[in-house]
C-alpha cells in the first residue's frame, strides 16, 4: 500500500518536473497548430457553413417573407405580398441584388431568374400598386402555390437544399424528401462511379506494385537505384504531362493502337482513349509511385535472415514467403493503398482529358460549380458529401484491419 | 562585398524598384483576357497602339475564363485588374452577383451601333465568334455543306466531335431536325422542344468524341479522331495558318460574343473607360479581323473590314443566313436543369 502510494507520488513528481520542458515542446509545435487550423480546418469549417447557408432571400426580401409566414400555402398569396415584393425588388432592382435572388430561385424553380429580373424591373417602373394582376401579367406562374412554397421555405438563413440536391433529393411544398425526377439524377451515380474508379486503380496498383517493391528490396543496389529512380521520376513530372502523354499513347492514330495492328493482334483500330479503360490505365500509372513507396519501406524493415530461416526449418519457397514475409508486409500494402484509394477520389484532370463522357469524378462537378456555375454551395455540398464518404470508408478500414496495421514506413 | 553591403544593395534595389512600381502605376492599366491566339491579336490591334498613343502601359493578365476567379479577387477586396474580356456567360453571371462596376455608356459610345444583345450594364461588346461545323478537307474531299451532315452518319461515316456541353449542341440538333433558326428557342423552352433535341442526338451518340477545350476541337481533327467536328471559328483559322487544310461550314453556325467589363473596385476608372473606349472603336476593331476572324459587334466598324478579311468572319453576310445567336437569358435560366439531363444522358 505505502510503496504504492510512494510511487504515484513519485510519478506525481516526475510529471511536475518535466512540465516546463513540455510546455516548451509544445510552444515549438504551436505554429504547426495554427497553421493546421489556419489552412485545414478553418476551410473545412467553412466549406460545412457554405453548404447550409443560405442568406439571399433574407437579406433582399424580408418583409416578403414576414408577409408570407401567414399564408395557408394553398391559394394563391394576398395582395399584400404581392406588394411586399414588389417593394423590395424594386429596392433590389437599384441595389443590383435582383438577379442574385433570382438566381438563388432558379436553383430550386428553373426559369425564377429571368422571372425575378422582369418583376424587379417592372417594380421599379411602377411605384404603386395593386400589383397582384401586373406579376401575373409578366408571367402567370407568380400565382402558382408551388413557387411561393419554394419562396416560403426559404425563409430561413439556413437551407438544407445544397445537401438534398447533392445526394439527388429535393424537398415537396408539403416538406417531405422526394428523389429528384429520373433525369435530374447525377450526383449518386457519379458518386458511385468515383468510389468504382477509385477502388479499381487501387487494386491494380497494388497487384502492379508489390512484385514491384519486392523486387526493389531484393536486387542489387546498383539495379535497386536505378529501378527506384524509374519508379520517382514520374512522380516528378507534372500529373499534366503524365495525362497529356497518355493522349499521346492511347489515341486512335496513336502509338499503341498502330502497334497492335502491326503485330496482328486486332484488325481495326480499337477506342483506347476517352473510355472508362484510358482513365483507369494513366489514372494507374499516375498512383503506382504512391502504393509502390510505402510498401517498399515496409518490406525493407522486414530481415531477409528471416525468410532464410524458414527455408532452413523446411518451408518450401511459395509458403515461406506466403506464411512468413506476406503477412508482415501488409500494414505497407494497407498505407499504400489507402493513400492511392483516397487520392484517387479527388482526380478530375485526369478523367477529363482521357475518359470517355462516362467517366467524369465528383471532383469534377466541385470545379464545374466553383468555376463556372458559381454555385458554391453546391460545390460545397458535394465536398461535403465526398468527404463523409472518406471520412466512412477510413473507419470502416480501421475497423477492419486494425490502426496498428497501418504503417506510413 | 560583405554581407552587410550586400543587404543594403538589395535594400536600396527594392526601395528603386517599389519608387519606379509606384511611377508606373500611374501610367499602366492592368487587363485581364484569354490568352492564346486572341490576346496576340488584341496586343497587336488595341493594346500597342493604345500603349503608343497614350504612352500608358498596359499589363497584361491570362485567365480561363474562370468568374471564380474575379468574385474571390473581389472578396478579398484587393482588385488589381482595370479591365477584364470576358464571355457572355460570365458577363450575365458576373453582373447577377454585382462583380462588375455599372458603366457609363456617355464615356463609350452609342449603345445603338452595337448588335442587339452586345450591350449591358456591365460589359460593352468587342467580337463576335462562331460555333460552327468544321472538316479537314485534306482527309475528306467533298465534305460536309450543311448542319444537317453532322447527323448524317450514312453519307458521312466516321465520329464528330462536339462540345461536351448541351449549349450549342441542343441547338445544333433541332436545326438539324427541321426547326427553323428563328424558333430555336422557342421549341428549345418547351419540355417536348429539350426531347426532341435529345432524341436527335441519340442518333449519333456512339459516334461522338466530346471535347472541352477550345484546343482539342482542332487537334482530334488533325489526328484523325473525327471525320468533322463543331469549333470555335478562331481555333479552325488559327490551326490553318500553322498549315491545315481545315474548312468551316457556316450553315447554322451560332454566335456568341465576347465583352470588356470593368472589376468591381477597380482603382482608376476613368482610366479603365478609356481604355474601353479605344479597345472598341471602330478602327480598333476592324484591325482585329487582321489577326484573328472575329467579327466586330459594331456596326459602324465593318466599313473598315478589308475585303479578304470579311469573307472569314461568322459576321459576314453570306455567313450569317442561318446563323442565331446564343441565347444567354434562356441558358440562364435553364442551364442548371439541362445540363444535369445532359449528364445523365451522357452516362446513358
Sequence with gaps: MDTTLEKIKILIAVREAARPARRAAFSLALPLLVFLIVTFVAPIVLLLFTAVNNPEPQAVIPQTLAALERWDGKAMPEEAVFAALAKELAQAQQDRTAAL?????????PGMRSRV????????????????????????EWGSPALWAVVKRNAGTLTPYYLLNAIDLQQEPDGSLQRVEADQRVFMTILGRTLFVAFTVTFLTLVLGYPVAYMLTIAPSGVARIMMLCVLLPLWTSLLVRTTAWV??????????????????????????????GTVAAMTHIQLPFTILPIYSVMKSIPPTQLRAARSLGAGPLSSFWKIYAPQTVPGVMAGGLITFILSLGYY??????????DQMVSNFISIYINRDLNWGLASALGVILLTVTIAIYLVFLRLVGAEKLRMG | MTIRSHVTALLAAGLLASVAGAALAQSSLSVMSFGGAYQAAQRKAVFEPYTAKTNIKIAEQEYGGEIAKIKAMIQAGNVTLDVIDVDAP???????????????????GA???????????????????????????????????SMKDLFDTKKFPGKRGLWKNPATNLEFALMADGVAPADVYKVLSTKDGVDRAFKKLDTIKKDIVWWEAGAQAPQILASGEVTMTTAWNGRIHNANKEGKQFKIVWDNQILDSNFWAIPKGAKNLTGSHDFIKYAVDPQA?????????????????????????????????????????????FWGDKGDEIRKRFTTWLSQ
Design chain 1, 248 to 277: 499521346v499513347l492511347l489515341q486512335t492514330d496513336g502509338v499503341i493502337n498502330d502497334a497492335l495492328l502491326a503485330l496482328g493482334f486486332t484488325d481495326h483500330r480499337l477506342q483506347l482513349i476517352f473510355s472508362r479503360f
Design chain 1, 101 to 109: 435572388l433570382g438566381k438563388r430561385f432558379n436553383y430550386e424553380v
Design chain 1, 117 to 140: 429580373v422582369s418583376a424587379a424591373r417592372m417594380a421599379l417602373a411602377n411605384p404603386t400598386g395593386p400589383y397582384r394582376e401586373r406579376f401575373l401579367a409578366l408571367d402567370a
Design chain 2, 90 to 108: 460570365t458577363l450575365q453571371q458576373g453582373c447577377d452577383e454585382g462583380i462588375y462596376e455599372k458603366l457609363d455608356w456617355s464615356k463609350i
Design chain 2, 285 to 329: 476593331l476592324a484591325a482585329m479581323t487582321k489577326y484573328i476572324p472575329y467579327g466586330p459587334v459594331r456596326t459602324t466598324a465593318a466599313q473598315f473590314v478589308a475585303k479578304e478579311d470579311a469573307a472569314n468572319l461568322p459576321t459576314s453576310p453570306d455567313n450569317l443566313k442561318t446563323a442565331i445567336t446564343l441565347d444567354n437569358a
Design chain 2, 111 to 145: 449603345k445603338s451601333e452595337w448588335l442587339a444583345g452586345t450591350t449591358s450594364d456591365c460589359g460593352v461588346g468587342t467580337i463576335v465568334y462562331s460555333t460552327s461545323l468544321a472538316y479537314d478537307s485534306a482527309r475528306l474531299k467533298d465534305g460536309p455543306t
Design chain 1, 349 to 358: 484532370i485526369t478523367p477529363a482529358l482521357v475518359g470517355g463522357p462516362g
